[in-house]
Structures are given as C-alpha cells and as structure tokens.
Antibody, heavy 116, light 110 residues
Framework: EVHLVESGGGLIQPGGSLRLSCAAS????????MTWVRQAPGKGLDWVSV???????FYAESVKGRFTISRDNSKNTLYLQMNSLRAEDTAVYYC??????????WGQGTLVTVSS | QSVLTQPPSVSAAPGQKVTISCSGS????????VAWYQQLPGTAPKLLIY???ERPSGIPDRFSGSKSGTSATLGITGLQTGDAADYYC???????????FGGGTKLTVL
C-alpha cells in the first residue's frame, strides 16, 4: 500500500529554521515526482515545491530562496528545509506523490506554527 | 488572491446534481491538465479527477470533470450528505513554473 507520513512540524520563532520529513512506503520516492503543499489555518491549498524524478526542482515565489526541497534515496524520504520562517508560513504542510497537478496520495500533514 | 477562480460555495439537495467551475488563463488551464481534489473536514485532500476528466480507481462515476478553453468544471451527480466538503481545482502554470490551486469551493448538501 502506498503511504506517506510527514513529521518535523512544531512551534518555531520568526526567523528560525525547521526541516520537514516525508517518509514514503509502497513506492520509491526517487522514481516519482514529489510535491509539498501547505494550508494555512482556515485557508485554501497553497502549492510550495516539486522535485522531479530527474532532479528538476521548482518553488513557489513566496518560498524561493528560503525553502529547499530534497530527498534521501537510501531512506526513501522527501524533505523540506525551511529557513527564515515568517508568520505567514504557518500552515499544515502536506507531502504528496506526483507533480504538475495530479497529487496522489497525500500524507496526513504536519503543522508548522511560526510565532514568538 | 488565487490564480484559479472558484465560487466560494455551492449547495444542493441530496440526490441532485451540482457543478463547480474553475476559471484560469492560457498559461495554466488553457494549456495544461486540470485536477480536482476533495477535502473532507479535518482530513488531507484526496484526488478526484486528473488529466481534466480521468477518475482514479475507487472514485465513483458520480464525479466527472471537463475542460473548455481556460475553464474547467467538476460535476457531482446523485449528491450524498457525505459529499459535503471543500473542493479544489489545480493546474500547472507555465509562466510561473509552479503549481496553482483555486481558492476552494465549499459544498453544502442541504
């Protein structure tokens, strides 16, 4: 069964850093496009970043230069390194298999709260 | 302000049909595939429609998708109370080189 589990969220002060992990099972992360999507409390979905199987990476303008997507093939895990965090980065962060527009499945999400 | 435009809410009675629109531009819907997602309260989104009109396995044929020009539509027939959820459209934007979502539509089944 294909499954994704995010971890690493928590409360962090503005300007701080956090690394999210997304552990995959039932498929190989490096053979797939993988995407991060976030959802601020009570708001809609917000696309964050994608990494293609060949390694091409794209970011939303709002996180470019601050966030870095990566993967560890040996651990079959996707990461999102988040630096210079701002209050507006507060959200549930989901990882999902797929790129472009078709994301399936999604993880359960991990909450990141940026506040002093 | 979302790149893709959806109505904030729609409603219909059980058993009825509802459509949800998603409007974009030539850089996203006009030249790329559209997907639709269902998000039940407190849960992660679920893929309903991909490649404009294809259903993943396990998605009932009550759900359908279509695209025309720079707009897309999700249709749901035989509404059930369990269909009450937020629905999102998504597309790739070739100018932004980024994924884009609609603002979401809250479906109320009266």
């Amino acid at each position: 069964e294909v499954h994704l589990v995010e971890s690493g969220g928590g409360l962090i002060q503005p300007g701080g850093s956090l690394r999210l992990s997304c552990a995959a099972s039932g498929f190989t992360v490096s053979n797939n496009y993988m995407t991060w999507v976030r959802q601020a409390p009570g708001k809609g979905l917000d696309w964050v970043s994608v990494i293609y199987s060949a390694g091409t990476i794209f970011y939303a303008e709002s996180v470019k230069g601050r966030f870095t997507i990566s993967r560890d093939n040996s651990k079959n895990t996707l990461y999102l390194q988040m630096n210079s965090l701002r209050a507006e980065d507060t959200a549930v962060y989901y990882c999902a298999r797929g790129g472009g527009t078709s994301f399936d499945p999604w993880g359960q999400g991990t909450l990141v709260t940026v506040s002093s | 302000q979302s790149v893709l435009t959806q109505p904030p809410s729609v409603s219909a009675a059980p058993g009825q049909k509802v459509t949800i629109s998603c409007s974009g531009s030539s850089s996203n819907i006009g030249n790329n595939y559209v997907a639709w997602y269902q998000q039940l309260p407190g849960t992660a989104p679920k893929l309903l429609i991909y490649d404009n009109s294809e259903r993943p396995s396990g998605i009932p044929d009550r759900f359908s998708g279509s695209k025309s020009g720079t707009s897309a539509t999700l249709g749901i027939t035989g509404l059930q109370t369990g269909d009450a959820a937020d629905y999102y459209c998504a597309a790739w934007d070739s100018i932004l080189s980024a994924g884009v979502f609609g603002g979401g539509t809250k479906l109320t089944v009266l």
